[in-house]
């Protein structure tokens, strides 16, 4: 099973400022890694797939890059609204798809 | 597009319960995905359940479930099942259906359900 670890658990970032979030896979995943956003009392949203392609009507402020087991997505100037947590996951090698542990985006 | 889960409830350990997902509003037929179960633990983070392709041929499990839960689905009715079998503590958790985003190397859960709770209780 391939583990993916996210860091850090939490990022406190003021409105405005640059959010970079990282995902490590225990093993290669080639660019199979996607991210979800989820808001509290919602279901998780795609924002990205294939390590950097944008889901539709994900805002550009949002990016994905990275490939092998090294991963990061980055909120180039975040709004009220991206407040929240983000989950990567890898499809790479499955049965199981296997998602990291989160990392909690909050107001600093 | 929407999924809505149903069928969630508390029940005692080593009881069963069965969930429901129904899909309307695809471009496409659903019969076309494949689609998952994901569960989310009070307060943790996502965990994947069960998948079952778009002809229902390939099933697949996580070993925190195998033998215990089965996933279907009627594509005739738009819906995907997961039957719950001696259920644990462990199990509750909110549970999403998720569709599949497949097209060449490009993946996803593009659309997920709003989630059913289930509490395993004595």
């Known amino acids: 099973e391939i583990v993916m670890t996210q860091s850090p658990a939490t990022l406190s970032v003021s409105p405005g400022e640059r959010a970079t979030l990282s995902c490590r896979a225990s093993?290669?995943?080639?660019?199979?890694l996607a991210w979800y956003q989820q808001k509290p009392g919602q279901a998780p949203r795609l924002l990205v797939y294939?390590?950097?392609t944008r889901a539709t009507g994900i805002p550009a402020r949002f990016s994905g890059s990275g490939s092998g087991t090294d991963f990061s997505l980055t909120i180039s100037s975040l709004q009220s609204e991206d407040f929240a947590v983000y989950y990567c996951q890898q499809y790479n090698k499955w049965p199981p798809w296997t998602f990291g542990q989160g990392t909690k985006v909050e107001i600093k | 597009v929407q999924l809505v889960e149903s069928g969630g409830g508390e029940v005692q350990p080593g009881r069963s319960l069965r969930l429901s997902c129904a899909a309307s509003g695809f471009t496409f037929s659903f019969s076309s995905y494949g689609v998952h179960w994901v569960r989310q633990a009070p307060g943790k983070g996502l965990e994947w359940v069960a998948a079952i392709s778009y002809d229902a041929i390939n099933k697949y499990y996580a070993d925190s479930v195998k033998g215990r839960f089965t996933i279907s689905r009627d594509n005739s009715k738009n819906t995907l099942y997961l039957e719950m079998n001696s259920l644990r503590v462990e199990d509750t958790a909110v549970y999403y259906c998720?569709?599949?985003?497949?097209?060449?190397?490009?993946?996803?859960?593009?659309?997920w359900g709003q989630g059913t709770l289930v509490t395993v209780s004595s």
């Open positions: 093993q290669s995943v080639s660019s199979n």
């Open positions: 294939s390590a950097s």
């Open positions: 998720a569709k599949e985003y497949a097209q060449g190397n490009d993946y996803g859960f593009d659309y």
